[in-house]
Protein backbone atom coordinates (compact mmCIF):
# COMPACT_ATOMS: atom_id res chain seq x y z
CA UNK A 1 0.00 0.00 0.00
CA UNK A 2 1.81 3.18 -0.92
CA UNK A 3 1.87 6.29 1.29
CA UNK A 4 0.41 9.62 0.61
CA UNK A 5 2.65 11.76 -1.17
CA UNK A 6 1.92 14.51 1.94
CA UNK A 7 2.87 11.67 4.48
CA UNK A 8 6.30 11.10 1.72
CA UNK A 9 6.85 14.85 3.01
CA UNK A 10 6.14 14.91 6.14
CA UNK A 11 8.61 11.96 7.14
CA UNK A 12 11.65 13.45 4.79
CA UNK A 13 10.83 16.69 6.60
CA UNK A 14 11.86 15.07 10.24
CA UNK A 15 15.15 15.34 10.28
CA UNK A 16 15.44 14.35 13.83
CA UNK A 17 13.02 11.60 14.66
CA UNK A 18 12.28 9.84 17.93
CA UNK A 19 10.59 6.77 16.95
CA UNK A 20 7.92 4.58 18.75
CA UNK A 21 8.81 5.11 22.56
CA UNK A 22 7.40 3.30 24.87
CA UNK A 23 5.10 5.08 27.76
CA UNK A 24 7.64 4.87 29.77
CA UNK A 25 10.21 5.93 27.81
CA UNK A 26 7.88 9.14 26.94
CA UNK A 27 7.26 9.58 30.39
CA UNK A 28 11.18 9.86 31.35
CA UNK A 29 11.86 11.75 28.16
CA UNK A 30 8.92 14.84 28.73
CA UNK A 31 10.74 14.41 32.31
CA UNK A 32 13.95 15.26 30.90
CA UNK A 33 12.31 17.90 28.97
CA UNK A 34 10.91 19.61 31.72
CA UNK A 35 7.83 19.48 29.79
CA UNK A 36 5.99 18.54 33.21
CA UNK A 37 6.49 16.93 36.62
CA UNK A 38 5.99 13.34 38.33
CA UNK A 39 3.03 13.58 40.91
CA UNK A 40 2.77 11.35 44.00
CA UNK A 41 0.64 8.67 42.28
CA UNK A 42 3.27 8.56 39.18
CA UNK A 43 1.53 10.37 36.93
CA UNK A 44 2.93 13.55 34.78
CA UNK A 45 1.49 16.23 35.14
CA UNK A 46 1.27 18.53 32.26
CA UNK A 47 0.21 22.34 31.93
CA UNK A 48 -1.62 23.64 28.61
CA UNK A 49 -1.33 27.58 28.77
CA UNK A 50 -3.38 29.29 27.57
CA UNK A 51 -5.60 27.03 26.01
CA UNK A 52 -7.75 24.60 28.30
CA UNK A 53 -10.10 23.21 26.58
CA UNK A 54 -10.87 22.67 22.99
CA UNK A 55 -10.83 26.03 20.67
CA UNK A 56 -13.85 25.16 18.10
CA UNK A 57 -13.42 28.58 16.65
CA UNK A 58 -10.09 27.77 15.73
CA UNK A 59 -11.19 24.23 14.12
CA UNK A 60 -11.43 24.03 9.73
CA UNK A 61 -11.40 21.84 6.83
CA UNK A 62 -10.07 22.65 4.12
CA UNK A 63 -12.74 23.05 1.34
CA UNK A 64 -12.31 21.05 -2.23
CA UNK A 65 -13.20 19.18 -4.84
CA UNK A 66 -13.89 16.49 -1.91
CA UNK A 67 -15.50 18.20 0.99
CA UNK A 68 -17.03 21.49 -0.87
CA UNK A 69 -20.77 19.55 -1.52
CA UNK A 70 -20.43 17.09 1.03
CA UNK A 71 -19.62 18.39 4.30
CA UNK A 72 -22.27 20.40 6.49
CA UNK A 73 -20.43 23.71 5.71
CA UNK A 74 -23.79 25.03 8.35
CA UNK A 75 -21.44 23.62 11.55
CA UNK A 76 -17.89 23.64 10.12
CA UNK A 77 -15.57 26.24 9.38
CA UNK A 78 -14.17 26.33 5.50
CA UNK A 79 -10.43 27.24 4.86
CA UNK A 80 -8.82 27.54 1.73
CA UNK A 81 -6.29 25.16 0.31
CA UNK A 82 -3.90 28.25 0.63
CA UNK A 83 -4.43 28.41 4.02
CA UNK A 84 -3.43 25.14 4.75
CA UNK A 85 -0.50 24.82 2.63
CA UNK A 86 0.90 27.90 4.44
CA UNK A 87 0.63 26.36 7.77
CA UNK A 88 1.62 22.67 6.37
CA UNK A 89 4.86 24.42 5.05
CA UNK A 90 5.71 26.74 8.23
CA UNK A 91 5.17 22.90 10.36
CA UNK A 92 7.52 21.41 8.03
CA UNK A 93 10.26 23.81 8.88
CA UNK A 94 9.66 23.74 12.15
CA UNK A 95 9.88 19.91 12.02
CA UNK A 96 13.34 19.94 10.10
CA UNK A 97 15.31 21.50 13.08
CA UNK A 98 13.46 20.16 16.15
CA UNK A 99 13.42 16.72 17.60
CA UNK A 100 10.31 15.04 16.65
CA UNK A 101 8.39 12.28 18.35
CA UNK A 102 6.93 10.02 15.82
CA UNK A 103 5.07 7.06 16.12
CA UNK A 104 1.73 4.60 14.34
CA UNK A 105 -1.33 3.63 16.04
CA UNK A 106 -4.73 2.81 15.08
CA UNK A 107 -7.91 4.18 15.77
CA UNK A 108 -11.23 1.39 16.13
CA UNK A 109 -10.78 -1.63 18.15
CA UNK A 110 -12.42 -3.63 15.17
CA UNK A 111 -10.14 -4.16 12.98
CA UNK A 112 -12.27 -3.97 9.77
CA UNK A 113 -13.02 -0.94 10.30
CA UNK A 114 -9.97 0.34 11.96
CA UNK A 115 -7.96 3.80 10.99
CA UNK A 116 -3.75 3.87 11.07
CA UNK A 117 -2.92 6.99 12.43
CA UNK A 118 0.67 8.27 12.23
CA UNK A 119 1.48 11.03 15.03
CA UNK A 120 4.13 13.47 14.68
CA UNK A 121 4.42 15.58 17.93
CA UNK A 122 6.51 18.50 19.30
CA UNK A 123 6.24 16.96 23.23
CA UNK A 124 6.64 14.17 24.56
CA UNK A 125 4.12 14.23 26.93
CA UNK A 126 1.64 14.75 23.39
CA UNK A 127 3.05 11.60 22.33
CA UNK A 128 2.43 9.76 25.49
CA UNK A 129 -1.28 10.84 25.71
CA UNK A 130 -1.38 9.59 21.91
CA UNK A 131 0.12 6.02 23.57
CA UNK A 132 -2.44 6.29 26.17
CA UNK A 133 -5.69 7.20 24.15
CA UNK A 134 -5.01 5.21 20.96
CA UNK A 135 -4.36 1.61 20.60
CA UNK A 136 -0.84 0.88 20.24
CA UNK A 137 -0.51 -2.66 21.05
CA UNK A 138 -0.49 -4.00 17.56
CA UNK A 139 1.92 -2.99 15.00
CA UNK A 140 1.28 -0.85 12.28
CA UNK A 141 2.70 -1.83 8.92
CA UNK A 142 4.99 0.47 7.72
CA UNK A 143 3.19 1.57 4.20
CA UNK A 144 -0.19 1.45 5.72
CA UNK A 145 -2.20 4.72 4.24
CA UNK A 146 -4.14 6.52 6.84
CA UNK A 147 -3.96 9.74 8.41
CA UNK A 148 -0.82 11.74 9.70
CA UNK A 149 -1.00 14.28 12.63
CA UNK A 150 0.83 16.74 13.03
CA UNK A 151 1.20 18.70 16.10
CA UNK A 152 3.51 21.17 17.27
CA UNK A 153 2.50 24.29 20.14
CA UNK A 154 5.51 26.76 18.66
CA UNK A 155 4.01 26.76 15.52
CA UNK A 156 1.96 29.88 15.51
CA UNK A 157 -0.40 31.32 13.14
CA UNK A 158 -0.41 34.78 11.68
CA UNK A 159 -4.14 35.33 11.80
CA UNK A 160 -4.51 37.97 9.24
CA UNK A 161 -1.82 36.36 6.99
CA UNK A 162 -2.65 32.96 7.42
CA UNK A 163 -6.44 33.21 7.30
CA UNK A 164 -7.74 32.08 10.89
CA UNK A 165 -8.53 33.68 13.65
CA UNK A 166 -6.02 33.58 15.96
CA UNK A 167 -2.66 32.06 16.23
CA UNK A 168 -4.52 28.68 17.41
CA UNK A 169 -5.08 26.28 14.81
CA UNK A 170 -7.01 22.52 13.87
CA UNK A 171 -7.17 22.09 9.89
CA UNK A 172 -8.53 18.76 8.98
CA UNK A 173 -7.71 17.91 5.12
CA UNK A 174 -9.74 14.93 4.66
CA UNK A 175 -8.73 14.91 0.74
CA UNK A 176 -4.43 14.90 1.38
CA UNK A 177 -5.05 12.73 5.05
CA UNK A 178 -3.29 14.97 7.23
CA UNK A 179 -4.03 16.94 10.08
CA UNK A 180 -2.93 20.46 11.33
CA UNK A 181 -2.68 21.43 15.27
CA UNK A 182 -0.77 24.37 16.16
CA UNK A 183 -0.41 27.25 18.51
CA UNK A 184 -1.88 25.03 21.51
CA UNK A 185 -0.67 22.47 24.06
CA UNK A 186 -4.30 21.54 24.86
CA UNK A 187 -4.39 17.45 24.34
CA UNK A 188 -7.69 17.45 23.72
CA UNK A 189 -7.59 18.20 20.38
CA UNK A 190 -5.50 15.34 18.95
CA UNK A 191 -7.99 12.99 20.07
CA UNK A 192 -10.97 15.03 18.62
CA UNK A 193 -9.33 15.90 15.43
CA UNK A 194 -9.22 12.03 14.86
CA UNK A 195 -12.95 11.25 16.01
CA UNK A 196 -13.95 14.10 13.62
CA UNK A 197 -11.71 11.95 10.69
CA UNK A 198 -13.73 8.61 11.71
CA UNK A 199 -17.22 10.62 11.82
CA UNK A 200 -16.86 11.55 8.61
CA UNK A 201 -15.35 8.25 7.09
CA UNK A 202 -17.54 5.65 8.80
CA UNK A 203 -20.94 6.54 7.71
CA UNK A 204 -19.38 5.77 4.70
CA UNK A 205 -19.01 2.72 5.57
CA UNK A 206 -22.46 1.94 7.21
CA UNK A 207 -21.08 2.46 10.21
CA UNK A 208 -22.83 5.05 12.47
CA UNK A 209 -20.24 7.21 14.37
CA UNK A 210 -20.76 8.11 17.91
CA UNK A 211 -20.18 11.00 20.92
CA UNK A 212 -20.95 8.10 23.52
CA UNK A 213 -18.99 5.84 26.19
CA UNK A 214 -19.95 2.48 26.41
CA UNK A 215 -20.92 -0.53 28.74
CA UNK A 216 -21.66 -4.38 28.99
CA UNK A 217 -23.68 -6.35 31.25
CA UNK A 218 -22.50 -9.85 32.59
CA UNK A 219 -25.02 -11.06 29.92
CA UNK A 220 -23.77 -9.25 27.21
CA UNK A 221 -26.22 -6.47 27.37
CA UNK A 222 -24.36 -3.72 25.89
CA UNK A 223 -25.23 0.24 26.59
CA UNK A 224 -24.29 3.51 24.51
CA UNK A 225 -24.60 6.64 27.08
CA UNK A 226 -24.59 9.83 24.78
CA UNK A 227 -23.82 13.05 25.90
CA UNK A 228 -21.50 16.08 25.87
CA UNK A 229 -17.64 16.12 27.96
CA UNK A 230 -18.95 16.68 31.34
CA UNK A 231 -22.78 15.59 31.38
CA UNK A 232 -21.55 11.69 33.00
CA UNK A 233 -20.63 9.43 30.08
CA UNK A 234 -17.11 8.65 31.82
CA UNK A 235 -18.41 8.33 35.02
CA UNK A 236 -21.83 6.51 34.68
CA UNK A 237 -20.02 3.79 31.92
CA UNK A 238 -17.68 3.02 34.89
CA UNK A 239 -19.58 1.15 36.45
CA UNK A 240 -17.74 -2.18 38.47
CA UNK A 241 -20.68 -4.46 37.60
CA UNK A 242 -20.36 -3.97 33.50
CA UNK A 243 -17.51 -4.55 31.53
CA UNK A 244 -16.46 -1.10 30.27
CA UNK A 245 -16.23 -0.72 26.36
CA UNK A 246 -15.04 2.98 26.04
CA UNK A 247 -15.81 6.20 27.34
CA UNK A 248 -16.17 8.41 24.64
CA UNK A 249 -16.24 7.67 21.19
CA UNK A 250 -17.70 4.45 19.22
CA UNK A 251 -18.75 2.72 15.98
CA UNK A 252 -21.95 0.95 15.29
CA UNK A 253 -21.75 -1.19 12.77
CA UNK A 254 -23.88 -4.21 11.35
CA UNK A 255 -22.31 -6.68 14.17
CA UNK A 256 -22.51 -4.32 16.93
CA UNK A 257 -20.36 -1.78 18.29
CA UNK A 258 -16.91 -1.19 19.27
CA UNK A 259 -14.36 1.53 20.30
CA UNK A 260 -12.77 4.34 18.42
CA UNK A 261 -10.18 4.60 21.06
CA UNK A 262 -7.90 2.64 22.95
CA UNK A 263 -8.03 4.73 26.59
CA UNK A 264 -9.96 7.16 28.04
CA UNK A 265 -9.95 10.44 29.00
CA UNK A 266 -11.72 11.48 32.15
CA UNK A 267 -12.64 14.67 33.50
CA UNK A 268 -10.97 15.05 37.15
CA UNK A 269 -12.33 18.32 38.66
CA UNK A 270 -13.79 17.03 42.04
CA UNK A 271 -12.87 13.59 41.78
CA UNK A 272 -12.52 11.34 44.53
CA UNK A 273 -12.08 7.49 45.29
CA UNK A 274 -15.60 7.72 47.32
CA UNK A 275 -17.77 8.43 44.34
CA UNK A 276 -16.01 7.17 41.23
CA UNK A 277 -12.73 4.59 42.61
CA UNK A 278 -11.94 3.08 39.13
CA UNK A 279 -11.20 6.21 37.44
CA UNK A 280 -9.26 7.42 40.76
CA UNK A 281 -7.36 4.23 41.01
CA UNK A 282 -6.97 4.71 37.23
CA UNK A 283 -4.66 7.49 37.41
CA UNK A 284 -0.87 5.67 38.23
CA UNK A 285 2.19 6.07 36.23
CA UNK A 286 2.55 6.54 32.63
CA UNK A 287 -1.20 8.60 33.07
CA UNK A 288 -0.98 12.19 31.84
CA UNK A 289 -3.07 14.93 33.97
CA UNK A 290 -3.66 17.57 32.35
CA UNK A 291 -4.11 20.69 34.34
CA UNK A 292 -4.65 19.39 37.82
CA UNK A 293 -2.68 21.30 40.77
CA UNK A 294 -0.67 19.30 42.73
CA UNK A 295 0.08 19.94 46.56
CA UNK A 296 3.88 20.79 48.17
CA UNK A 297 3.91 16.44 48.23
CA UNK A 298 3.13 16.20 44.74
CA UNK A 299 -0.60 15.22 45.93
CA UNK A 300 -3.49 16.25 42.92
CA UNK A 301 -6.16 18.16 44.56
CA UNK A 302 -8.86 17.38 42.29
CA UNK A 303 -11.19 20.57 44.22
CA UNK A 304 -8.46 23.39 42.87
CA UNK A 305 -9.61 25.13 39.47
CA UNK A 306 -7.05 27.42 39.32
CA UNK A 307 -6.35 26.97 36.26
CA UNK A 308 -9.90 25.28 35.11
CA UNK A 309 -12.23 23.50 35.68
CA UNK A 310 -11.84 20.93 32.92
CA UNK A 311 -8.94 19.25 34.61
CA UNK A 312 -8.55 15.68 32.70
CA UNK A 313 -6.86 12.15 32.94
CA UNK A 314 -5.93 10.47 30.00
CA UNK A 315 -4.90 6.69 30.90
CA UNK A 316 -5.01 3.53 28.46
CA UNK A 317 -8.19 1.13 28.65
CA UNK A 318 -6.51 -1.37 30.41
CA UNK A 319 -6.35 0.71 33.64
CA UNK A 320 -9.85 -0.11 34.06
CA UNK A 321 -9.51 -3.20 36.15
CA UNK A 322 -13.14 -4.49 34.02
CA UNK A 323 -12.06 -3.02 30.34
CA UNK A 324 -13.23 -5.31 27.76
CA UNK A 325 -10.40 -6.11 25.48
CA UNK A 326 -10.73 -5.83 22.84
CA UNK A 327 -13.24 -3.09 23.19
CA UNK A 328 -15.94 -5.16 20.85
CA UNK A 329 -19.72 -5.96 21.55
CA UNK A 330 -23.04 -6.48 20.42
CA UNK A 331 -25.76 -4.54 19.60
CA UNK A 332 -27.01 -2.24 22.03
CA UNK A 333 -30.02 -3.06 24.60
CA UNK A 334 -30.35 -0.02 25.61
CA UNK A 335 -29.43 3.74 25.02
CA UNK A 336 -29.72 6.96 27.28
CA UNK A 337 -28.91 10.43 26.36
CA UNK A 338 -27.59 12.50 29.44
CA UNK A 339 -28.54 16.00 29.39
CA UNK A 340 -27.23 18.31 32.11
CA UNK A 341 -30.06 20.45 32.34
CA UNK A 342 -29.05 24.39 33.41
CA UNK A 343 -32.85 25.29 33.87
CA UNK A 344 -33.62 22.89 36.34
CA UNK A 345 -36.62 21.74 34.76
CA UNK A 346 -35.97 18.08 32.77
CA UNK A 347 -36.93 14.81 34.38
CA UNK A 348 -33.63 12.30 36.10
CA UNK A 349 -34.83 10.06 33.88
CA UNK A 350 -37.63 9.54 31.46
CA UNK A 351 -38.55 6.85 28.65
CA UNK A 352 -38.62 7.86 24.78
CA UNK A 353 -40.41 6.06 22.07
CA UNK A 354 -38.48 5.82 18.82
CA UNK A 355 -39.66 9.19 17.27
CA UNK A 356 -38.43 11.38 19.96
CA UNK A 357 -35.40 9.66 20.35
CA UNK A 358 -34.78 10.95 16.89
CA UNK A 359 -35.75 14.73 18.10
CA UNK A 360 -33.99 14.58 21.10
CA UNK A 361 -30.74 12.51 19.37
CA UNK A 362 -31.23 15.69 16.98
CA UNK A 363 -31.35 18.33 19.40
CA UNK A 364 -28.98 17.04 22.03
CA UNK A 365 -29.89 19.53 23.91
CA UNK A 366 -27.34 19.93 27.58
CA UNK A 367 -25.54 22.72 29.35
CA UNK A 368 -21.97 23.21 28.34
CA UNK A 369 -20.04 22.48 31.51
CA UNK A 370 -17.50 25.27 32.77
CA UNK A 371 -13.97 24.99 31.34
CA UNK A 372 -15.06 22.42 28.45
CA UNK A 373 -14.54 25.38 26.05
CA UNK A 374 -12.36 28.49 26.12
CA UNK A 375 -14.03 31.11 27.61
CA UNK A 376 -17.05 28.87 29.09
CA UNK A 377 -16.92 29.94 33.06
CA UNK A 378 -20.52 28.95 33.65
CA UNK A 379 -22.96 26.09 32.19
CA UNK A 380 -24.79 27.61 28.92
CA UNK A 381 -27.88 26.30 27.86
CA UNK A 382 -26.85 24.99 24.06
CA UNK A 383 -28.27 22.34 21.59
CA UNK A 384 -25.72 20.14 19.48
CA UNK A 385 -26.92 17.98 17.10
CA UNK A 386 -26.14 13.91 18.28
CA UNK A 387 -24.22 15.23 21.55
CA UNK A 388 -21.68 16.29 19.85
CA UNK A 389 -22.08 18.55 16.76
CA UNK A 390 -18.47 20.48 16.36
CA UNK A 391 -17.31 16.49 15.47
CA UNK A 392 -19.87 16.07 12.68
CA UNK A 393 -18.08 16.62 9.27
CA UNK A 394 -21.72 15.29 7.39
CA UNK A 395 -25.10 16.83 7.42
CA UNK A 396 -26.63 16.21 10.81
CA UNK A 397 -29.56 13.60 9.35
CA UNK A 398 -26.79 11.27 7.82
CA UNK A 399 -26.59 10.17 11.10
CA UNK A 400 -30.03 10.65 12.71
CA UNK A 401 -31.13 8.40 10.32
CA UNK A 402 -28.47 5.90 11.22
CA UNK A 403 -29.52 6.53 14.58
CA UNK A 404 -33.50 5.55 14.01
CA UNK A 405 -32.60 2.22 11.96
CA UNK A 406 -30.55 0.80 14.40
CA UNK A 407 -32.91 1.57 16.96
CA UNK A 408 -36.18 0.15 15.03
CA UNK A 409 -33.81 -2.65 13.70
CA UNK A 410 -32.50 -4.18 17.19
CA UNK A 411 -35.29 -3.36 19.18
CA UNK A 412 -32.81 -0.66 21.61
CA UNK A 413 -34.50 0.73 24.23
CA UNK A 414 -33.75 4.57 24.45
CA UNK A 415 -34.30 6.82 27.17
CA UNK A 416 -33.21 10.69 28.43
CA UNK A 417 -31.48 11.16 31.76
CA UNK A 418 -30.61 14.61 33.60
CA UNK A 419 -27.42 14.99 35.42
CA UNK A 420 -27.93 18.69 35.75
CA UNK A 421 -30.14 20.62 38.54
CA UNK A 422 -33.11 20.04 40.50
CA UNK A 423 -35.20 22.32 42.84
CA UNK A 424 -34.28 25.15 40.89
CA UNK A 425 -31.73 26.35 37.66
CA UNK A 426 -28.26 26.91 37.91
CA UNK A 427 -27.52 29.08 41.18
CA UNK A 428 -30.70 28.25 42.85
CA UNK A 429 -31.14 24.32 42.67
CA UNK A 430 -28.09 21.98 43.11
CA UNK A 431 -26.80 19.33 40.69
CA UNK A 432 -28.98 16.01 41.15
CA UNK A 433 -27.53 13.43 43.40
CA UNK A 434 -24.49 11.58 41.20
CA UNK A 435 -26.01 8.55 43.72
CA UNK A 436 -29.47 8.90 42.51
CA UNK A 437 -28.18 9.20 38.98
CA UNK A 438 -26.78 5.70 39.47
CA UNK A 439 -29.95 3.96 41.04
CA UNK A 440 -31.65 5.07 38.18
CA UNK A 441 -29.41 4.10 35.34
CA UNK A 442 -29.06 0.29 37.08
CA UNK A 443 -32.93 0.62 37.35
CA UNK A 444 -32.74 0.82 33.46
CA UNK A 445 -30.17 -1.16 32.57
CA UNK A 446 -31.17 -4.28 35.03
CA UNK A 447 -34.92 -3.72 32.95
CA UNK A 448 -35.91 -2.84 36.70
CA UNK A 449 -37.87 0.22 35.25
CA UNK A 450 -39.69 -1.82 32.64
CA UNK A 451 -41.98 -3.15 35.26
CA UNK A 452 -42.52 0.70 36.99
CA UNK A 453 -45.53 2.22 36.73
CA UNK A 454 -45.16 5.13 34.19
CA UNK A 455 -46.74 9.06 33.85
CA UNK A 456 -47.16 11.38 31.23
CA UNK A 457 -44.33 14.20 31.94
CA UNK A 458 -46.04 17.52 31.00
CA UNK A 459 -45.43 19.77 27.89
CA UNK A 460 -42.54 17.21 26.51
CA UNK A 461 -45.01 14.38 26.53
CA UNK A 462 -42.25 12.10 28.07
CA UNK A 463 -42.82 8.82 29.76
CA UNK A 464 -41.18 9.27 33.58
CA UNK A 465 -41.70 6.31 36.36
CA UNK A 466 -43.86 6.78 39.67
CA UNK A 467 -41.66 5.10 41.55
CA UNK A 468 -37.47 3.42 41.48
CA UNK A 469 -36.26 2.08 44.67
CA UNK A 470 -33.43 3.81 46.32
CA UNK A 471 -34.86 6.94 44.99
CA UNK A 472 -36.58 10.07 46.17
CA UNK A 473 -39.99 9.70 44.80
CA UNK A 474 -40.37 13.70 44.76
CA UNK A 475 -37.42 14.41 42.44
CA UNK A 476 -38.42 11.81 39.46
CA UNK A 477 -41.46 14.80 38.81
CA UNK A 478 -38.84 17.56 39.14
CA UNK A 479 -42.18 20.09 39.50
CA UNK A 480 -42.27 18.46 43.22
CA UNK A 481 -38.55 19.64 44.02
CA UNK A 482 -39.53 22.99 43.43
CA UNK A 483 -41.03 25.49 46.22
CA UNK A 484 -42.16 27.87 43.93
CA UNK A 485 -44.27 25.87 40.74
CA UNK A 486 -45.03 29.33 39.13
CA UNK A 487 -41.54 29.45 38.56
CA UNK A 488 -41.16 25.78 37.23
CA UNK A 489 -43.92 25.96 35.34
CA UNK A 490 -42.68 29.20 33.39
CA UNK A 491 -39.17 27.75 33.06
CA UNK A 492 -40.32 24.80 31.76
CA UNK A 493 -42.23 26.39 28.77
CA UNK A 494 -39.43 28.75 28.74
CA UNK A 495 -37.29 25.37 27.83
CA UNK A 496 -39.65 24.07 25.57
CA UNK A 497 -40.29 27.35 23.38
CA UNK A 498 -35.75 27.42 23.34
CA UNK A 499 -36.26 23.65 21.72
CA UNK A 500 -39.18 24.41 19.53
CA UNK A 501 -37.21 27.39 17.98
CA UNK A 502 -33.83 25.03 17.96
CA UNK A 503 -36.04 22.66 15.32
CA UNK A 504 -36.95 24.55 13.06
CA UNK A 505 -33.45 24.66 11.33
CA UNK A 506 -35.15 20.49 10.55
CA UNK A 507 -38.65 21.69 8.93
CA UNK A 508 -39.12 19.89 5.09
CA UNK A 509 -35.86 17.29 6.17
CA UNK A 510 -37.57 15.54 8.87
CA UNK A 511 -40.79 13.70 8.78
CA UNK A 512 -44.07 15.16 11.07
CA UNK A 513 -44.01 12.17 13.07
CA UNK A 514 -39.85 13.11 14.67
CA UNK A 515 -41.31 16.92 14.62
CA UNK A 516 -44.23 16.14 16.64
CA UNK A 517 -42.31 13.92 19.14
CA UNK A 518 -40.81 17.41 20.71
CA UNK A 519 -42.41 19.26 23.34
CA UNK A 520 -45.47 21.63 22.82
CA UNK A 521 -44.23 25.04 23.16
Not at 121 to 146: C, K, M, T, Y
Not at 292 to 314: C, F, H, K, Q, S
Not at 346 to 370: D, F, I, N, R
Not at 461 to 477: M, Q, T
Request: glycine share 8%.
Amino acid sequence: MALTRLRKEIDAAVQLPVFDLSREELMQEALDNHEGVLAANGALRAVTGKHTGRSPKDKFFVDDELTHDELCWDNNQACSKETFERLYKKMLAYASTHKMYVTDVYAGADPRYRLPVHFVNELAWHQLFVRNLFISNEEVPADAEGFTVLCMPNVYAEPELDGVHSEMFVILNLKEKVVLIGGGKYAGEMKKGIFTVMNYLLPHRDVFSMHCSANVGPKGDSALFFGLSGTGKTTLSADGTRALVGDDEHGWSKDGIFNIEGGCYAKCVHLSEYTEPQIFHAIRENTVLENVILDENGVPDYDDIMLTENTRAAYPLHYIDNALLPSVAGHPKTIIFLTADAFGVLPPVAKLTTEQAMYHYLSGYTSKVAGTEDGIVEPQATFSIGFGEPFLPLPPLTYAKMLGERINKYGTSVYLVNTGWSAGPYGQGHRIRLQHTRRLVNAVLDGELDKAEWETFPVFGLAIPKVCEGVPSEILNPRNTWEDKAAYDVQLRKLAQLFAKNVTKFHGLITEDILSAGPKA
